[in-house]
């Protein structure tokens, strides 16, 4: 089992910034990819980012690149997620998610934190 705890959102201007955290703990070397998704009210869940504990994979979906950027602390298991120029139409909620493979579809990973929410004002 793995365990996230994600922290940092909240309240935001539009073309404000926000870093989220997401801590893992357990056997972590269970979920080599580390990704956040989000959901925003009456939306499916999306892809944001992802990247690997172990190696350089770094990915964006294109409506964040540019103004997102996922990082690691591999030290401290943890992943983030710097947000910058934020949009309304970013708001959401925000979930950091582990899986043993890659890929953008929020089906493949078996560990996902509670959620944390990004709200942008315009």
């Known amino acids: 089992q793995v365990q996230l705890v994600e922290s940092g959102g909240g309240l935001v201007q539009a073309g404000g910034s926000l870093r989220l955290s997401c801590a893992a703990s357990?056997?972590?070397?269970?979920?080599?990819?580390m990704t956040w998704f989000r959901q925003a009210p009456g939306k499916e869940r999306e892809f944001v980012a992802g990247?690997?504990?172990?190696?350089?994979?770094?990915y964006y979906t294109d409506s964040v690149k540019g103004r997102f950027t996922i990082s690691k602390d591999n030290a401290k298991n943890t992943v983030y997620l710097q947000m910058n120029s934020l949009k309304p139409e970013d708001t959401a909620v925000y979930y950091c998610?582990?899986?043993?493979?890659?890929?953008?579809?929020?089906?493949?990973?078996?560990?996902w934190g509670q959620g944390t929410q990004v709200t942008v004002s315009s």
């Open positions: 357990g056997r972590t070397n269970s979920g080599a990819v």
């Open positions: 990247l690997i504990w172990t190696g350089t994979w770094i």
């Open positions: 998610a582990a899986g043993a493979e890659i890929s953008i579809s929020s089906t493949v990973y078996a560990y």
